[in-house]
């Protein structure tokens, strides 16, 4: 209970005064604070014209991801509405077959993967600075490339609809159907194209956790953090967890389809059990990865209409971090009904029900805020209410449906599809529009029409339920999920027409609140500022807001600042926070520790560049043409993107500044340049790694999967790799790690040349390993299209290879760059990054080779 | 929210007017675990309409002056109440209540019936100790009381074996065997589907499920066994051999062993052909050998269209007679 009384003494001991204010500081003249509001226009201005393109500021990037996402709902909610016209009567055909496997599949993938993880990430990315207090994200570069990846991938997967050649497997692409059954391209595009996304999602996170952990103004100590960049935290690192084995999977896939390596091939040692657990190891917290952030905007909402600090922060996070735990441990209720021992039955179904009680603490934290506060009518609350109806009611089939006896007869049923959209529409969707409607003034100055809003509610309020309700019903009568129709004398009839009914009025009330969003308000006037006397930091931003968000960047030391510290506004727009100007002509902003938030460094922003978009074009390269057999092509354009992306970092990362130390105001100098764990860059990589680092050990759980159902394993009718070989091509690697921990030390100590020979050195060892690995499956002859044991061992010595590559590319980058004098004794950020990576490599060698040539000689 | 309640309240009671019952229902059981199933989801069904009632009163009563005693510290237990412990205590009620349901099933039963799911039909066999297996296509009889056991596979793709009024799903996948015993509690028709998606015509894959008392069900296996007596060599059977049918189809107790597509040696009794989606009468049987693909989209058997229709007659007419 400690905590919980902490959380109210927080509020009522609240530091009236701007805390470490200084006083004694001389008030500064008007032409003054000009001047310095024109630099920080100048140097955060956006470029226009056909270079608009090239923007990367997060409130411009942010921007894009919101409407590209919408636009992708809308799409897919079109898909959604063809389906329910489809089934709206008996033995319809209204849709072919064919058709309607192909809308039904992209309405799940679209709605997914193109709508509810990203729209998250582009509130995310539009939002963090001014929740956290900082003037921009750390990776600005980084999040346009994600944006330009995610709307390229969305659009070809998109596309591929009009050209008949969308997937048509379901959104969960089980084989064989899916490698065997299925020509076409459909699979193809669905494996790359979405890949390919991850990619963006991936890169979303690291962006998003290093925003949270390591850009927070100055004070906002972690327990003082708004309950969304919480939230954010727990997702993004779910999305490190979840997506890599669907990304490992997703190689496998492709793999047999290109290649016939036999992983899910049952007649060829492989299982199509292995797919589902990959799929569903990402595909459970991937549900999860939706809800929270939604959560996150009803935690922000909540209190502003309560006129009261959240009830029960510490229980918030608590049971957000729980939830974010607890939804890896679920994916097997997916296949209850695949034939696993009831041991592991009991296992998930406890585990699944487990996760009822932290989302019933969080939506009673909500219900406790609102009765300790005097609740304000508004849109915003309304579909929260909304929300919180609906969502309440699908946890509650949701603690139905994971009781292992009642799954085996619902599950793929209607009462299944009834259960999610509950579960996503009440826990996605409705925040959402409600989040949509309570920020819309900070997005774009004006707000949106309360009237309107009440209509479109109502709308989708009512149609969402005379949709869905009757569903559980349709399920229970039988009816199987993902049939493109039904026959009459079933009892479906009536169901499925009232559905479809309850579908349109639910378009409706969709189109009423796009229509609000998109009609033209030049004539409204702008928003008043902090329309909805909100507590939470980002609501002092000006309206219309400014590029660079805040006049000077505050001190904080509470969880309502607005609220709590009633001088905040006044002193911030006096620009007596810090970095009040842009003296040196660059886009900056602070980097701070990651748990007390306590400044470490003045950091330069990277600008606009076409660099992302060129890059991400590339990248799009890579991942599409293989679909179309262009694998030369594809190549090309792999180190075209290499190219790009490494230009891109010799040019604007890690650059050695002119001064060394600036002065932040208010008394406060920082060094522009860290390395190490101090630096953003560091924590990118370390964060990339432990994605990178669950694909892999996603591909070692398939080699053990293989030898849980095979006996004896490796079968003794197929080659190995051998002893010798890995093992020395573990030797070299280690040896190249160990020249890359040597270059390090020789350059704190500034000897070049020394630190150049270990580096090429280490480049050296890095081709013999390579080749070393490369030799062991070539002396033994092994074939991995007539097994799935070498097939295995062979992605593994690919990742690792393909892994040890990318090393050796950084140690050419680093010894290219302590060569131009852009590494020095003092500026060894590229070194300690490159080392960083090494240490994951060192790892994920150890490990393969210990898995595909000690393990198979100790157990034989 | 007032009225969002009462909205969601009148729905299930003009829903309940359209009733549970079907051929597939799950909540009109015929069999001992469909039965169990279906008590627990009334209870289920109905505690969680009593859980979301309260909580939506909870919240409106949130935003109302009644509230006013609520100070921060009650606040607090409640959510440790209402959020942490009574849903403990309840999860755990059902999760021992349920558990315990999932023990295995007994000693392997006699009546042993293989399923396989083949592209998009229901290979069905027989096999009883000691003699040779009885196949047959898209149809299962049981007796009523029986234990039998189902062993199911494929072949190829996965598909999901389901008999809704007797028991819970099964997955059929291919290099996998998965075991499903069924007690069915009485007599009557009833309709199985497959419920894992599996391609163009996972619509069309269905199954007709007859229990039968067991006098009647060791009758029908009997005949069943039986070679077929044809009618002679008639027309139909050389239209039959003439076009390959026997390339695919088996005909017990003639030359006739294909073994692709379904047996046909009792063709004619079955009660449904094109698997579970069309009756079983001379006419369907015209239509389907003109245009399978027209019932069963992506259906591995050609359509005869080029055959006259008056060959086709025969032939359909023909089939009608396997009985």
Redesign the interface.
């Known amino acids: 209970?400690n905590i919980?009384e902490g959380d109210?003494a927080q509020f009522e001991g609240l530091p009236d005064e701007f805390p470490g204010g200084d006083a004694d500081r001389p008030q500064e003249n008007a032409g003054h604070r000009a001047e310095q509001r024109a630099q920080l226009h100048r140097v955060w201005r956006s470029p226009s014209g056909w270079r608009a393109l090239s923007d990367v500021q997060n409130s411009i990037v942010g921007r894009w991801y919101l409407t590209a996402s919408l636009l992708f709902f809308l799409f897919a909610g079109v898909l959604g509405l063809l389906v329910r016209v489809q089934l709206a009567v008996p033995n319809n055909n209204f849709l072919?077959?064919?058709a309607y496997?192909e809308v039904f599949t992209m309405h799940g993938t679209v709605m997914m993967f193109l709508f509810a993880v990203p729209i998250f990430e582009a509130f995310s990315i539009l939002l963090l600075p001014a929740f956290t207090g900082s003037r921009e994200l750390p990776f600005p570069r980084l999040s346009a490339y994600g944006f330009w990846c995610f709307l390229i991938g969305g659009l070809f997967v998109c596309g591929s609809l009009f050209f008949d050649a969308a997937p048509n497997?379901?959104w969960f692409m089980?084989p064989?159907?899916t490698t065997?059954?299925?020509p076409g391209l459909g699979a193809d595009i669905w494996l790359l194209g979405l890949s390919f996304i991850e990619v963006s999602s991936i890169a979303a996170a690291v962006e998003l956790i290093v925003g949270v952990l390591k850009c927070r103004a100055p004070g906002m100590r972690i327990n003082l953090m708004p309950l969304y960049a919480w939230y954010l935290l727990v997702v993004a690192a779910m999305i490190l967890f979840a997506f890599p084995p669907l990304i490992a999977g997703d190689l496998l896939f492709e793999l047999e389809r290109a290649l016939h390596w036999p992983f899910f091939d049952?007649?060829r040692g492989?299982?199509?059990?292995l797919w589902q657990h990959l799929f569903w190891i990402f595909g459970h917290p991937e549900v999860y990865i939706i809800f929270l952030p939604s959560v996150a905007l009803v935690a922000m909402i909540v209190p502003t209409f309560a006129r009261h600090p959240i009830?029960?922060y510490s229980?918030v996070v608590l049971s957000a971090v729980g939830t974010g735990f607890l939804s890896f441990g679920l994916w097997v209720h997916h296949m209850y009904?695949?034939?696993v021992p009831?041991l592991s039955?009991?296992f998930f179904?406890?585990a699944s029900?487990?996760v009822?009680?932290p989302t019933?603490?969080?939506?009673?934290?909500f219900?406790?805020t609102?009765?300790?506060g005097r609740?304000v009518r508004s849109v915003p609350m309304l579909f929260v209410?909304?929300a919180?109806?609906i969502f309440?009611?699908g946890g509650?089939?949701g603690?139905?449906v994971a009781?292992?006896?009642?799954?085996?007869?619902?599950?793929?049923?209607y009462f299944v599809v009834a259960h999610l959209h509950y579960v996503l529409i009440g826990g996605m969707l409705f925040p959402l529009v409600a989040a949509l409607y309570y920020y819309h003034p900070l997005i774009t100055a004006k707000r949106l029409s309360e009237r309107l809003g009440r209509i479109a509610f109502w709308l989708m309020?009512?149609g969402f339920?005379?949709a869905f309700?009757?569903m559980h019903?349709t399920g229970?009568?039988?009816m199987?999920?993902?049939?493109?129709?039904?026959?009459t004398?079933?009892?479906?009839d009536?169901?499925n027409l009232v559905s479809t009914l309850g579908a349109f009025v639910l378009a409706a009330g969709v189109a009423v609140w796009v229509w609000d969003l998109i009609r033209p308000k030049q004539r409204q006037s702008h928003s008043a500022r902090n329309p909805w006397n909100a507590g939470t930091l980002e609501w002092l931003s000006d309206i219309p807001g400014e590029p660079y968000g805040l006049r000077s960047i505050p001190d904080i030391g509470s969880r309502y600042p607005l609220w709590q510290q009633p001088q905040l506004m006044r002193e911030v727009d006096e620009g007596r926070g810090y970095l009040a100007d842009a003296d040196e002509g660059f886009r900056e902003t602070l980097v701070t520790s990651p748990v007390d938030a306590v400044p470490e460094q003045c950091l330069r922003v990277p600008g606009v560049s076409f660099m992302p978009m060129i890059a991400a074009l590339f990248t799009g390269g890579l991942f599409i043409l293989p679909v179309f057999k262009a694998y030369t092509a594809a190549g090309f354009s792999g180190l075209a993107a290499l190219a790009t992306i490494l230009h891109w970092l010799w040019t604007g990362t890690a650059q050695i500044p002119k001064t060394a130390d600036r002065d932040v105001g208010r008394g406060l100098t920082l060094p522009n340049y860290v390395s190490g764990p101090k630096a953003v860059g560091w924590w990118a990589m370390l964060i990339t790694m432990i994605g990178d680092m669950t694909a892999f050990l996603s591909l070692i759980f398939g080699y053990f999967f293989f030898w849980t159902i095979h006996l004896p394993f490796p079968p003794v009718d197929q080659a190995g790799p051998g002893l010798l070989w890995p093992l020395l091509g573990l030797a070299l690697l280690l040896m190249a790690w160990g020249g890359v921990r040597l270059a390090l030390r020789f350059n704190r100590l500034d000897r070049g040349p020394a630190v150049c020979a270990m580096l090429a050195a280490a480049c050296g060892l890095t081709v013999l390993g390579l080749a070393a690995l490369a030799a062991g499956p070539l002396v033994y002859r092994m074939d991995p299209v007539s097994h799935a044991y070498p097939a295995i061992v062979l992605a593994l010595l690919l990742w690792l290879a393909a892994h040890a590559l990318v090393g050796m590319v950084m140690q050419g980058y680093c010894l290219a760059r302590r060569l131009a004098g852009r590494i020095t004794a003092t500026h060894d950020a590229d070194l300690r990054n490159v080392l960083l990576y090494w240490h994951f490599l060192a790892f994920t060698a150890v490990v393969t080779v210990a898995t595909i040539a000690v393990f198979p000689a100790l157990s034989r | 929210?007032a009225r969002?309640?009462l909205?969601?309240g009148s729905?299930?009671a003009s829903?309940l007017v359209?009733?549970?019952?079907?051929?597939?229902?799950?909540?009109m059981p015929a069999g001992e675990?469909?039965q169990?199933?279906a008590t627990?989801?009334f209870w289920?069904?109905g505690t969680?309409l009593i859980?979301?009632l309260l909580?939506?009163v909870?919240?409106v009563?949130?935003?109302t002056n009644w509230?006013r005693s609520?100070r921060?510290p009650r606040?607090?237990t409640?959510?440790g109440i209402?959020?942490?412990l009574l849903?403990?205590v309840l999860?755990g009620a059902?999760?021992g209540y349920?558990?315990p349901?999932?023990?295995?099933d007994g000693p392997a039963p006699a009546l042993r019936i293989e399923v396989t799911g083949e592209?998009w039909w229901w290979r069905v066999r027989y096999v009883a100790p000691g003699g040779m297996p009885v196949e047959l296509a898209n149809e299962i009889r049981l007796p009523a009381g029986v234990t039998a056991e189902f062993l199911l596979s494929s072949p190829?793709?996965?598909h999901?074996f389901?008999i809704?009024?007797l028991?819970?799903?099964?997955?059929m996948?291919?290099?996998?065997v998965?075991?499903l015993h069924i007690t069915p509690t009485h007599t009557g028709s009833f309709?199985g589907?497959?419920?894992?998606?599996?391609?163009?015509?996972?619509?069309q894959m269905a199954f007709a499920v007859e229990v039968m008392t067991p006098d009647a069900f060791q009758q029908w296996l009997a005949a069943q066994a039986a070679p077929v007596v044809p009618e002679g060599h008639g027309a139909g059977e050389r239209a039959f051999a003439a076009n390959g049918c026997g390339g695919c189809h088996a005909i017990r107790g003639s030359e006739h062993r294909g073994s692709i597509g379904p047996d046909l040696t009792h063709v004619g009794s079955r009660l449904t052909i094109a698997a579970g989606?069309r009756s079983n009468d001379v006419p369907e049987l015209h239509r389907w050998l003109a245009a399978t693909e027209a019932v069963k989209?992506?259906v591995r058997m050609p359509s005869y269209s080029m055959l006259p229709e008056t060959e086709l007659a025969v032939l359909a007419a023909w089939l009608g007679t396997l009985e």
């Open positions: 209970m919980l109210t072919s077959p064919a496997n497997g379901g089980y064989p159907l065997a059954y299925e049952a007649s492989g299982d199509p059990l009830v029960g229980w009904t695949t034939g009831n039955l009991a179904s406890a029900e487990a009822a009680i019933a603490v969080q939506i009673f934290c219900i406790a609102v009765a300790a609740v209410a909304g919180l109806a309440v009611l509650l089939t603690v139905m009781i292992v006896p009642f799954d085996t007869q619902v599950h793929d049923s309020f009512a339920n005379i309700l009757p019903l229970l009568k039988g199987p999920r993902r049939v493109q129709t039904y026959d004398g079933l009892g479906f009536t169901l | 929210m969002a309640g909205l969601l729905l299930p829903l359209t009733g549970c019952e079907g051929p597939q229902s799950a909540l675990n469909a169990r199933i627990l989801t289920m069904a969680a859980i979301w909580v939506m909870l919240a009563l949130a935003t509230k609520w921060l606040l607090i409640g959510i209402a959020g942490g849903p403990a999860l059902l999760l349920s558990l349901l999932l023990r295995n592209r190829e793709i996965i999901s389901w809704p009024s028991a819970g799903k099964v997955d996948i291919p290099g996998r998965n075991r309709r589907v497959c419920a894992e998606f599996c391609g163009s015509a996972h619509a989606t989209p992506g």
